[in-house]
Every structure is written in structure tokens, then in C-alpha cells.
């Protein structure tokens, strides 16, 4: 009889092509994400070894990271920043040198690398995904072992579409019961990051379990997923179930039906994991971080703590506050915002741009917020667009956008002022990230729209009381169906 | 442009006291320096950001030439952008000693010849106390002769304080493998070829 196996150690199991004591196993990719930031020196390392690329078929190229979220053409001919620009015309000649897929800025399916595997139905249950990007762990919410990998190692895949890889240790993560109502998928993460810390997942892989994780639609699913990376866990998973492959039925490159093995895409039930963790979701509140870590996370209803511990934990914790312009004690209720921004890989579809969009309905932003509003990718944007959320934030006094990686990352044009501070979807309060001298307080799409109608940080919660029954605790809950 | 060295054996060097933890890559390299197509010159990128403070570590002349940062925990967390390692190669830095480092910087570190050494919380503090000074205050007053001098043997897995007593860390065996060798990873890769092509019959 074999041992009980873990749905990581399912996956991994079938991509090992060998398997050498003292050696990393050789594991193989099966789609393999394509952006224009992490990718023209690995090209320029297979050119230099007159190789080709493997398997552009299990390749897929978007362009993201460094795509201006306005005034974006059907040609990259609006760009105006001459490095960009030649980044953006290298990723297109090499996905034209080596036939790989691309979508560039203009076609009906661009958008944010990890909002559009899923959306094109090419990440699949099983799978190994991996990108030159650490929010690939985004994808193992559809039951895939997916992860982020550095260029030398996007070299390594498109040489031989396989990767040397020692076994992440598997690390349970349950969440019991289920969410109170304003409380999302981001939340959760959030909630697990200041539970474990910024490295309490390193070296490992989780598995996302539960009753609140089995209760989140996909794209609830994605966003717990995607946040992996900031407890260090280089992937994170979920295993596969009926909304996944209700999801996924009739995607443009999904396969017909359901194959039987997707079915066993799961932990057995004595599988034994190297570490757990539960938590109770029935007490989790909306999530925000005071500090310059994602671990620097509290309800939103407390107070921003003081320092406690040996001298470098308070070091690290003084220093955060004083980057942030902020108090220990400080209620976070009502610290005041100069920018909101929804979007970004974490919280950029149309599931999160609803929620935004159910708090800020019919209402006006505070005067002097600015409020992106970027959607994941151009069928996010389409749907959204369909259903007149772009009007809602518009008429809320919010800017709606192209899709791209905008506010999250920062080098496209979309940024704060030094000092300023925001509240984002996104994934990453680092200093500096979305800008030299940005302020970021990360938390949820319904925070974020609560804190653009207050100018300031607050709590959702008493918003979608008078949203009232209209909007359905359903879609404040993120149940709804997943898009399209 | 001359090739970065790709082995690395042993190495005695100064050590730059970075006392910080969950240094990320965004501040080893800010995003807006990834508009590269290439993997050289990104040294001046290095911690762009915390140069501008000219009390930074890394501002104070004393330091010129080392090769060895020490940190804290967790360094290198957050993006995968490979460009953490190339900058921190092109600011001359062949070796960062900290108490944890995030998965992915490690494996691009292992991949540039930049060698993550891990040591204990305990290991660190004594590091700290011979190569930089008591709770990270560098002593200014210390003979120039004397200038604490630490030594990485991977080789032996030591590292040698100023004192001559070694602390002992592991590196995964492949990777000290590769490094000592100068032994390039998709050379390896390639040489599974025949396996690769026989997985994709098996798997369609």
C-alpha cells in the first residue's frame, strides 16, 4: 500500500522526471508565464547557447509589469518611457523568434500575467505553473503546484521546460467556519501573514483548507493563494473541487469536461503534514497594515500596537512606524489617505471590482483621494464594464484604467507622491514600493472603497449595512459566481 | 564586459553590517531599475532608496571593498526579481551571512555565485560581536591593521571570525557542488535531455 500523500505531494510526484540522492529533483513544467520584466535575459542566455525554446506550446507572454495604464494603444507606441518601450518591443521579438503566445497591450486578452492564465483556462488542476514572478502561487488556488522562479531559472525552462527543484515541506493551512460578512479572501491572507509572520512559510508549500476556504469562489481562492509568497511559502494551494471545475467549464483553452484524475487532486485523509496551522475565520475582522511589512497587519477596528520584546523587535517595529508617518496607539480608523488603489494580481477581478463597486454606488470619494481603479485584464475589463462598474467608480470621482500591474509595482507611471499614503489592494507595503517614499496600507477591495469615500481608513462593515439587502450578503461575501 | 566569476571557493573580506531583517528585494533593487534587458550595471542600483540617507551603511567609506553583508532575518524576501542578486554581484558583494533568507533570493543567489550563508541566532550574535562590534556599533577605533578580517570556506562550510574560531553552516550539497566547480546548472539541466523527452512521450 502506498502512504497517504499530500495534493503537493500528488503533483509533485507525477512532474518528477528524476529523482537523485544529495541532487535537486528535475521537475517538469507544464505551463510556463511569460512577462516582459523577468524575461529578456534569459532569452538573451539561450541565444548566447544557440538553443531554442523547448516547449513554446506550454508557454504563455503577457505584457504587465511595466505597461502604462493609460493611454495604452494597440502598439506599445503611447509608451513613452524609452526603457520600457524597449523592453516591451524585446519580449515581442522573442516570443515572435520562438513562437510563443503572445498578448500584447491592445488584444482583447492581455492583462495581468496571473489574472489571465486562469481567465484563459490554460493554469489547470495539477498542473506544475511556475513565472518569473513570486505571485505565482496565485494559480495553485485551481490545485497546481505554482511558483515564482528567478531569470536564470525562466532560462532553465525555456531551454528544457523543466526546473532542478528540492520538495517544499507541506504546510496545512485551515481555516474553520465561516467569513462574518465583509470579511474577504485578502483578509484571510492578511490575518495568516500576522499570525505566522512574513517568514513563518519558508520552505514550505501550503495547502489552504477549511470550511471558509472551501465556501470562497475562485477568485476568493486566487487571492488567498496569491499572498503565500508574503508568509514566504513560495506556493500555495487549494485542492480542486466543483467551483473549480465550474470555473473552468467553457474557458477559450480549457479542456472539454472533467478528467477523472482532477477528481483525486487532493490530501489523503492520514496524510501527514510538516506543519499546521488553524485558524477561525468566524472571528476574523477586515484586515490593514500599519507597517512596512505584510506580517504588520490588525483588524481595523484596533490600535496600532506598541513595541514589545528585545531591543531589534522594537527597532524593527519603530522604525516601520516612523517610515509610515504613524503611532503606536493610533487608532487605524480614521488615518488619513491621499490615494486608493484596486487592482493588482491580488485584488484586480471582477469579483474584487464588484465589491469596491457595492460600497461606492451612488456615492462621492472625499474630496482630494485619489482612486485608481485598474482592472486585472481586458475580459475583466469588459465584464466589468458590461455591468457598469466602470461608471460607478467614475461617478464616485475614481479614474478607471487599462489593465496592468499600475500602483503594485510602481514602474509603469502609476505611483505615489513621496509621503503619501495609500490604501491598496496590492500585495506589498514595502518601503518604497509604490514609489520612493510611498506609504502603503494593504487591506481588502472593500476597505480600500471604504477608506476612498472617508478620505481616511475605515471600517467597511457599517457601509454594507446600508448598502442594504439589495446588494445580497452573497456578493459582500465574494460568493458570487466568479465572472464569467 | 568581463564575466562575473561563477565559482566560488573561499572568500576574506570586511563585512558591511546591514542589521536589519525582512530586507526585501525591492529595497536590495527598486522596481524602477528593472527596465533593464541586461544583467550587468545594476550595482549603483544596489539599495538606491537607503543611499539617499548618507548615514546608510553602505554610503560610509570605510566599508569600500567588502564582499560580505551581514543582516538579519528573512533577507531577500518579496519579489523574485533575479536583478536583487545581479545588483548586490555589481555592488561587489560575493557573500551575505543573515539569520534566514527568503526561498527565492537564495536560489538566485546560489545561481550568481552570491553565497548564502545562514548561520543560528547565536552563531550571528558572535559574528557580530568579533566582525562589527557589540550590538552592531562599529568601532571606529579599532587600528586600522585590525581590521576585522571574516573568512568564508565552502569548502570546509565555516565561517572564520577575526578570532580564528570557525562557525560551522550547510549549503545544499548540489549547490556547493556547482559552486565550487563553477559547474553551470542548465549544463547540468541539458544533460537530462534523453529523461526530459522520454517524461513528454509518457505524458503526452
Redesign the interface.
Known sequence: MTPPRTLLDKIWDAHEVTAKPEHPSVIYIDLHLIHEVTSPQAFTGLQQRSLCVRRPDRCLATMDHSTPTFGQQATSHAITDAAAKTQLARLTENCHRHGITLYPHGSAENGIVHVIGPERGRTLPGMTIVCGDSHTSTHGAFGALAFGIGTTEVEHVLATQCLLQHKPAAYEVVFENSLPPGVSAKDMALALIAKIGADGGTGHAFEFRGQAVEELDMEGRMTLCNMSIEAGARAGMVAPDAKTFAYLAGRPEAPKGVPASWWRLNSDPDATFARSVTIDASTLRPMVTFGTSPEMGIPVDEEIPTAKGDAATRGKLERALEYMGLQSRQPMVGIAIDVVFIGSCTNGRLGDLRQAASVLRGQKIAPKVRLLVVPGSMEVKRLAEAEGLDEVFIEAGGEWRTPGCSMCIAMNGDQLEPGQRAVSTSNRNFEGRQGPGSRTLLASPLTAAAAALHGAVADPRPLLMSVGASQGAEQVHGQQGGGA | MKEPEKSFVRLRSMVVPL????V?T??II???F??????SSLGPAAFA?WRRDPAFVLEQERYDGAQILLT???FG???????A?WALRGAGFRAVIAT?????FR??AL??ALLPVELTPSQHEELLAEAVGQ?GVVDVERPASGTPLVEIDLERLVVTMPSGRDLPFDV???SRYCLLGGVD??D???S??K??AN??VD?G
Not at chain 2, 542589521?19 to 525582512?22: A, F, T, V
Open positions: 542589521l536589519r531583517d525582512n526585501d525591492d529595497q527598486p522596481a524602477r528593472l527596465k533593464v534587458t541586461h544583467r532608496d538579519g532575518e528573512n524576501c518579496g519579489s523574485s526579481r533575479e536583478h542578486a534566514s533568507f527568503g526561498d527565492i536560489q538566485n545561481k550568481n550590538d545544499d550539497p548540489f546548472q542548465l547540468y539541466l541539458l537530462f535531455s529523461e526530459i517524461y513528454e505524458h
